[in-house]
């Protein structure tokens, strides 16, 4: 059952084809969103034996959602599933930024974001989110806008998971047109980049944002699309990692690493910066982050190690098609 906060069963005009129809129905995405919420839990649960807890909460503002958490699992040390459906009357500055000319409207923004961070230094982090934004203004139409993707963060690399990873986010947009997938995938390698430290997050994945062209239908399409592929995605690279032995070392250099997570999270992801900014609730908004972390003052790994590796091979845009060699 949803929380009681507003629905809006709401209609907008679809502009991209200068079409007057009503097409754009918010309880529509709302009903997909819950229920991808709960089917993605579902599956978290079986792959690490302990529940997820349920937090459900309500923006004085207006809307609210569910933050489902999982913290020192048998696979996940910390891990989280957000839901929210949140309304208010003037976009924040990160919703607004690349777009002026929708400053000041009233908003209605709803949408999953997920995290993982195992326990487990070679089974890598993984982000996903797809978001629905409808922004109106006194006496003009709403605009909507399709935004969301996923990226996977490996603290020691494999050529065999970067490659599953890529090769299931192709399968996921190619049915909706041949540049989607390189279009998508150099939007990530460009988004998910530490500017201060000149070095991706990552190994990137596909990203999209703004995305209204060709119609609702099309665009709701492909967000559903690219959310029905994370498990697909992530859990054949979970089950082939998850039992490989671990030490101190690699634990330091994990938690090493999850610091430029942090640092790309608080600094440039326009999702937690649009949650802060529009008084979402701070603690859904920062289940993102790691439980633990470490900065270490102008560190290099060692030449020629496992960590060297992942700096040279694996922190850096390549075309991971067909990268099918374990390394």
Known sequence: ??????????????????????????????????????????????????????????????????????EEGGLFERGGVNFSQVFGERLPPSASASRPELAGRGFEAMGVSLVLHPRNPYVPTVHMNVRFFLAAKSGSDPIWWFGGGMDL?????????????????????????????????????????????????????IFFDDLSERGFDHCFALAQSVAGHLLPAYVP???????????????????????????FNLVYDRGTLFGLQSGGRAESILMSLPPIVRWRYDWKPEPGSPEDDLYREFLRPRDWLGEKEAK
């Open 1 to 70: 059952m949803s929380p009681d906060w507003p629905s809006a069963e709401s209609t907008a005009t679809d502009h991209t084809r200068g079409n007057s129809r009503p097409n754009v129905n918010t309880g529509l995405v709302k009903d997909y969103l819950r229920d991808l919420q709960q089917r993605i839990v579902a599956e978290l649960e079986r792959l690490d034996g302990r529940a997820f807890t349920s937090d459900r909460w309500h923006r004085p503002e207006g809307g609210g959602g569910e933050t489902r958490v999982i």
């Open 153 to 205: 963060t490996p603290y020691y690399g494999f050529r065999e998971d970067a490659g599953h990873f890529h090769s299931t986010c192709k399968h996921a947009l190619d049915p909706f047109g041949p540049d989607c997938y390189p279009r998508f995938k150099r939007w990530c390698d460009d988004y998910f980049f530490l500017r201060h430290r000149g070095e991706p997050r990552g190994i990137g994945g």
């Open 237 to 263: 690279i979970v089950e082939r990692r998850r039992a490989a032995q671990y030490g101190e070392r690699e634990r330091e250099f994990q938690a090493y690493r999850r610091g430029r997570y942090v640092e």
